[in-house]
């Protein structure tokens, strides 16, 4: 009977793993992992779900795993709306939780990161701005001032 109570609670703790947290419609990659999108009035969140075996626990492994889904999910639904956004590294995104089952050894991975719509014209008039301040300091003659205009534009 003493033998019976630490191997109910082993089995109980070790069956422990995270739920899954999503903000939309949940879709699937071809690996299986899941994510989910919300629109935003700039952009768009996308909540992913990640898990991998893993003999040894390596958190890192599973949170740019998670990220990868969720970037991947991004980079899909952002050229679909024919926009662009950057996409963070995997110490940016949001860990919801994670965890990893002791008896089955899968790491499961929650996570979730707000995509901002980058205004692609944005960076041209910065660096249409930025040449004009070096053409007003004198580095730039007219000719150099107005080929580089003419260049950038062109892009």
């Known amino acids: 009977m003493k033998h019976i109570f630490p191997i109910i609670l082993l089995f109980l703790v070790g069956s422990c793993s995270t739920t899954t947290t999503h903000v939309g419609s949940v879709e699937k990659t071809e690996n299986g992992h899941e994510y989910s999108i919300k629109e935003t009035k700039t952009g768009f969140i996308v909540a992913g779900h990640y898990n991998e075996y893993q003999f040894v626990r390596n958190s890192k492994n599973g949170f740019i795993g998670c990220m990868r889904v969720i970037n991947n999910a991004a980079r899909e639904h952002a050229e679909s709306m024919n926009k662009e956004i950057e996409l963070p590294k995997w110490d940016e995104i949001e860990i919801i939780d994670h965890g990893r089952d002791i008896i089955s050894a899968i790491m499961n991975v929650n996570c979730k990161h707000e995509y901002k719509f980058v205004n692609k014209q ?32 062109s892009e």
């Open 122 to 153: 944005k960076g041209v008039v910065e660096k249409l701005t930025e040449l004009k301040s070096l053409y007003d300091s004198g580095a730039l003659t007219e000719q150099e001032y107005e080929l580089s205009k003419k260049k950038l534009l």
